[in-house]
């Protein structure tokens, strides 16, 4: 793999990485309209990028079939929304300010609930920027490398605050800086790995190419409404959430657009 594409896979990982440095500039927790003013923000970033950076290539790139140009970004998108549900019910996980632990029955401490939650949601990261520099790698006059650096900036964007979100109740927790900020690193490793894979697997099967994009799409969606959107609407009224959510969607859309 290029270098430009190493960058696009690793991008990600550092927003994840700089968000968990919060640690040792912070002294507590993010203040909950900041943590939903990032939150919101995230969403849409996330939201903008399912359509301009997955949704409308994966259409694109199967214009080819004529009025069923649509077929294969419906059944990625639902394979992408299936597996998301089928991770929630096999990962034990705990939403933020949330004490109602989900999937499985386990022993495990809050802490350690709350990084799989955001580890489980870092993977759809991964496979988001994963499908769209496979677009680069496979069809270079198609897929520009600027738009694959576009989405995986905007994943980046919103994997600050995630990072955050870890290490910092880790460090209230009683846990120490180091670990703390290890830990909010881990949660993100997962990127890497599952872009670096979907990238290999494009090679050999590039011609599924818009199932890899609208599947990546319904992942980062499902994230989106399941988890996203109830913790910046959670709580006393706030219309923090709804204008930063606006903010990321008009940021992600003008990024793709104008460098895409």
Known sequence: MSADVWKGILIPFLGTSLGAGCVYFM???????VQRGLTGFAAGV????????????ALEESAGL?????LPAVIGFWGGILFLLLLD????????????????????AK??????????TNNRGGMAGGRKNPGYVTKPTEFTMGSALVLSLGIAIQNFPEGAIISLPLKAGGMGR?????????SGAVEPIAAAGAILASR???HLLPYFLSFAAGAMLYVVVEEMIPE??????SNVGVLTFALGFTVMMTLDVALG
Request: net charge negative.
């Open 27 to 33: 002294k507590e927790q993010l203040h909950r309209n």
């Open 46 to 57: 996330m939201v903008a990028a399912s359509i301009w950076s997955l949704l409308i290539p």
């Open 66 to 70: 004529g009025a069923w140009a649509f």
């Open 89 to 108: 019910e096999l990962i034990p996980h705990l939403h933020l300010n949330s004490d109602e632990p989900e999937g499985p029955h386990t022993h495990l």
């Open 111 to 120: 802490t350690t609930m709350l990084l799989l939650a955001v580890t489980r």
């Open 178 to 186: 180091h670990k703390a900020f290890l830990g909010g690193v881990l």
């Open 204 to 206: 050999i099967i590039g």
């Open 232 to 237: 910046m609407s959670e709580g006393e009224h």
